[in-house]
């Protein structure tokens, strides 16, 4: 089924267009505030992919790359705060200037997970680039560096963002209109 007779998809939420420039915007930002201390990018699977990969093209750094893959207990559209991680990272993040890079802020419990736990392994400096934050979900202060665009609270996809494994490669963010798996 092509995109445009897909009856699941709702209203585009972020054009392709608008995510390119802003992609590329961000990426002057981290580059300038960065300079001299390239940052490794950590990636959150699998989400993240798609935004990891074009924001670090918009990056004139020699940064580095790992990944992380994680997992939230309980429902599949849902973080019920309990995160598990399926993937470590391969480096040792001692010393190291640390960009996590998300693809979506929801309650920011998987965040805030993250953060201690990378926070634990001694890194010279802990930040976070998310591509979307949804608006006024969050329990606490997520303390975001960079943001890339602020949404209100629909459940959506693409981008890199799914539902049960699809739409990840949509070049743009919809809202989802099916049902949601519980
Ligand atoms: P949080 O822990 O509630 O902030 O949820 C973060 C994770 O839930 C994200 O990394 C996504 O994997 C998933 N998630 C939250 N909202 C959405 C959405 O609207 N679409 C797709 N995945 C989402």
Same mark, same amino acid.
């Given at each position: 089924?092509?995109?445009? /007779?897909?009856?699941?998809?709702?209203?585009?939420?972020?054009?392709?267009?608008?995510?390119?420039?802003?992609?590329?915007?961000?990426?002057?930002?981290?580059?300038?505030? #960065?300079?001299?201390?390239?940052?490794?990018?950590?990636?959150?699977?699998?989400? %993240?992919?798609?935004?990891? /990969?074009?924001?670090?093209?918009?990056?004139?750094?020699?940064?580095?790359?790992?990944?992380?893959?994680?997992?939230?207990?309980? %429902?599949?559209?849902?973080?019920?705060?309990?995160?598990?991680?399926?993937?470590?990272?391969?480096?040792?993040?001692?010393?190291?200037?640390?960009?996590?890079?998300?693809?979506?802020?929801? /309650?920011?419990?998987?965040?805030?997970?993250?953060?201690?736990?990378?926070?634990?392994?001694?890194? %010279? /400096?802990?930040?976070?680039?998310?591509?979307?934050?949804?608006?006024?979900?969050?329990?606490?202060?997520?303390?975001?560096? #960079?943001?890339?665009?602020?949404?209100?609270?629909?459940?959506?996809?693409?981008?890199?963002?799914?539902?049960?494994?699809?739409?990840?490669?949509?070049?743009?963010?919809?809202?989802?209109?099916?049902?949601?798996?519980?």
């Amino acid at each position: 089924m092509s995109r445009v /007779s897909d009856p699941h998809l709702g209203r585009t939420v972020v054009a392709a267009d608008e995510i390119q420039e802003r992609v590329a915007a961000l990426g002057k930002e981290i580059t300038h505030d #960065y300079g001299d201390d390239p940052p490794l990018l950590v990636g959150v699977l699998k989400g %993240a992919f798609v935004f990891m /990969s074009d924001l670090a093209r918009a990056i004139d750094l020699p940064v580095e790359f790992d990944f992380m893959a994680v997992s939230s207990y309980g %429902a599949a559209t849902r973080t019920s705060g309990v995160v598990r991680i399926l993937m470590d990272l391969d480096v040792e993040l001692t010393g190291r200037h640390v960009l996590i890079v998300e693809d979506i802020v929801d /309650s920011g419990l998987t965040l805030a997970y993250l953060r201690r736990n990378l926070a634990a392994r001694g890194p %010279a /400096s802990l930040e976070v680039c998310t591509l979307l934050l949804k608006e006024g979900l969050q329990r606490d202060d997520p303390d975001l560096r #960079y943001v890339g665009f602020r949404i209100p609270p629909a459940f959506v996809v693409g981008y890199g963002l799914d539902v049960v494994e699809r739409y990840r490669n949509l070049p743009y963010v919809a809202e989802y209109t099916g049902h949601l798996p519980e």
